[in-house]
């Protein structure tokens, strides 16, 4: 049983913000979060070789201190800054960890923004104490609003779900709009559990949900220096501890975070700069999941498959070359058929012969749209979630740094 109808507070999450004038536009920009003694918690990072000096420093810390603290600054990346970055993340822990009584190794730094210009430290250490002075559980919807970049609207879920008869809350907040693309996608989320659970069970919940959810998502085919995702469980539900990724409970566990972090992921696809389409590609009959991701990920990818979405033009043939480049070792394209919603556009080498314009043209008119690729050569199934490229996405990007 499951509801998503308010925000829940989590016990043993603490949340404040602030407006620290990071970002030109004077809206919160900075959010601490505080984990209660004995909380677990669990981290993915970007893939990017050019990964920002928070990730570093988040990395390295989740490796040697269970975190007391989480904080986030948008508006500014903190990537490729070099020495200083690094120095800027670490002095940014230190300053959150004097305040709240802990080491600083217990802090985890994550920023997100502008890449390449460091940060403005003397409104972090300003900020730090505003954002700790208005700590609350309630405060997810205004610590969702601080980590936004280009993010037109904030991105949220929160649910009360049994387990084996117990009762758990979980809450998440994501931000993401551009440079979206799995390894993580510009993506940050961060979710919170009273859940007890072992710190093993935790990292694998995480890596799985992650892999089925965020790096299943793109919106451009850019992948972030900053991406990172936490989930921190702070033990401090009426339940016995999950320690077995084998039982039921473990299964429970996983279904609800996987849940929530796929909601979360398609906020961040629906949110995408400038989108107008949602488009779900779902390739099935593969020989196995990564060639149903590299035939998927060639479609979403194609900049003329995401015009012609932009269009509303049922360009099939778009679609059909980007299945053929996309690089599967001796394809029968005799045998694979491709659908727009529920009509056949492909079939037997070329268009359908029940095809027709018009009935192409209905599927493209709407705004949440499925493109169905059956390779017919296996039993594997994967989707990913995309959106349309329109003139929008070329002005919010070519403008972002002015």
């Known amino acids: 049983m499951m509801e998503n109808n308010k925000l829940h507070p989590i016990v043993g999450i603490y949340l404040g913000a602030c407006a620290a004038n990071i970002k030109k536009s004077g809206k919160t920009d900075l959010v601490v979060l505080e984990l209660t003694e004995g909380s677990r918690t669990a981290a993915t990072f970007t893939k990017n070789a050019f990964c920002a000096a928070p990730v570093t420093v988040a990395k390295n810390n989740l490796q040697s201190a269970s975190p007391r603290a989480l904080i986030i600054n948008s508006g500014n990346a903190n990537a490729g800054t070099g020495e200083q970055g690094m120095a800027d993340a670490l002095q940014s822990c230190e300053w959150v960890a004097k305040e709240l009584g802990c080491d600083s190794n217990q ?3 994550f920023s997100t923004g502008v890449i390449g210009e460091n940060l403005p430290m003397d409104k972090l250490q300003q900020g730090i104490p505003l954002a700790l002075s208005n700590l609350s559980i309630t405060n997810w919807e205004v610590a969702s609003q601080g980590i936004m970049t280009t993010d037109l609207v904030p991105k949220t879920v929160s649910k009360v779900v049994s387990i084996d008869g117990s009762e758990i809350t979980m809450t998440g907040m994501s931000k993401g709009s551009g440079m979206i693309h799995p390894n993580m996608a510009t993506m940050l989320g961060f979710a919170a559990t009273d859940a007890k659970i072992s710190q093993a069970c935790l990292d694998k919940c ?6 089925k959810s965020f790096n299943r998502i793109t919106v451009d085919g ?3 220096t900053n991406d990172a995702c936490t989930l921190t469980a702070t033990q401090q539900a009426d339940m016995p501890e999950i320690t ?4 039921t409970a473990y299964q429970q566990f996983a279904d609800a975070v996987d849940e929530m972090m796929t909601e979360l992921a398609q906020m961040i696809v629906r949110d995408g700069e400038g989108a107008t389409k949602f488009v779900s590609v779902i390739v099935e009959g593969g ?13 979403a990818l194609s900049p003329l498959v995401k015009t012609a979405l932009f269009a509303s033009d049922p360009n099939w043939g778009r679609i059909l070359a980007a299945v053929g480049r996309a690089g599967l070792e001796e394809l029968d394209i005799d045998a694979l058929k491709i659908y727009l919603g529920d009509v056949c556009i492909v079939e037997n080498g070329g268009r359908a012969a029940s095809y027709t314009e018009e009935s192409g043209q209905v599927v493209m ?7 169905l690729i059956q390779l017919n050569r296996g039993e594997a199934r994967e989707t990913v979630w995309t959106t349309d490229f329109s003139y929008d996405y070329v002005k919010i990007n070519a403008e972002y740094r002015t």
Request: aromatic share 0%; charged share 25%.
């Open 107 to 109: 802090v985890l730094p």
């Open 206 to 211: 995480l890596l799985d949900a992650v892999n």
């Open 222 to 224: 850019d992948t972030s």
């Open 244 to 247: 077995d990724v084998n039982t």
């Open 287 to 299: 020989k196995d999941s990564a060639e149903c991701l590299q035939v998927a990920n060639t479609v």
């Open 365 to 371: 008119d709407q705004t949440d749209i499925d493109i």
